[in-house]
C-alpha cells in the first residue's frame, strides 16, 4: 500500500509518519520533498515562492511514479499544488492538476492532517500562518476530487495513528 500524508505546514504529518513506521517496520518512509531537495542542495526562496513549488511538485511526481509498494509519503502533489495554487492563483493549475491525477492514481491512501479547532500549534510558533490557513482551506476543497480513499485524521497522536491502522486494517 502507497500511503501519502498530506496537510499545511506544521500540523504533525512527519511526526504521524514517523509513528506509523513504528508501527509499520515493513513500510518505508519518503521524507519531504522540501527536505529531499535541500539536501542535495537545491536552493529555495528565504519566502515561499511558486517555483519552489514547482520544483517539490515535480521530484514529489518522480518519487511516486518509482516507488514500489509499502512506503508513506510525507506530502504529494495534492498539497504541494495547493501551495502552488495559493501562492500564484494565476498559474495554469490544470495542468498540474491533470499530472496530479495521474500521479495520485499510484496513492491508496491519502492521509490528510488538517488544521483543528482549537489550532494544536500556537500561531506565535508557525511560520507563514495566513499561508497555512490558505493551503489548508483549498485542501479541504480538493480533498474529494481525486476519488481516493480518503482519511482525514484527528485528536492525539495515538488518535491518529489509530484511525489511520484502523483504515489499513479494513
Not at 19 to 37: A, C, G, K, T, V
Not at 135 to 162: M, P, T, Y
Amino acid at each position: 500500500m502507497k500511503i501519502a500524508i498530506i496537510g499545511s505546514h506544521n500540523v504533525g504529518k512527519t511526526t504521524l509518519a514517523e509513528e506509523l513506521l513504528e508501527r509499520l517496520p515493513d513500510y518505508s518512509f519518503e521524507i519531504e520533498p522540501y527536505y529531499q531537495l535541500e539536501g542535495s542542495g537545491f536552493a529555495f526562496s528565504v519566502t515561499p515562492s511558486a517555483d519552489d513549488f514547482v520544483e517539490q511538485f515535480n521530484f514529489s511526481s518522480k518519487l511516486i511514479s518509482q516507488s514500489f509498494d509499502k512506503v508513506i509519503f510525507d506530502r504529494c502533489g495534492l498539497d504541494i499544488m495547493a501551495y502552488l495554487y495559493v501562492l500564484d492563483p494565476h498559474c495554469d493549475i490544470q495542468s498540474y492538476y491533470k499530472s496530479a491525477q495521474t500521479i495520485m492514481s499510484e496513492i491508496d491512501l491519502l492521509v490528510f492532517v488538517p488544521i483543528e479547532d482549537p489550532d494544536r500549534i500556537a500561531e506565535h510558533q508557525v511560520t507563514f500562518p495566513k499561508l497555512r490557513r490558505q493551503v489548508d482551506e483549498v485542501l479541504h476543497d480538493w480533498i474529494d476530487e481525486f476519488g481516493k480513499d480518503v482519511i482525514a485524521v484527528h485528536g492525539s497522536l495515538s488518535d491518529r495513528v489509530n484511525q489511520v491502522l484502523g483504515r489499513i486494517n479494513t
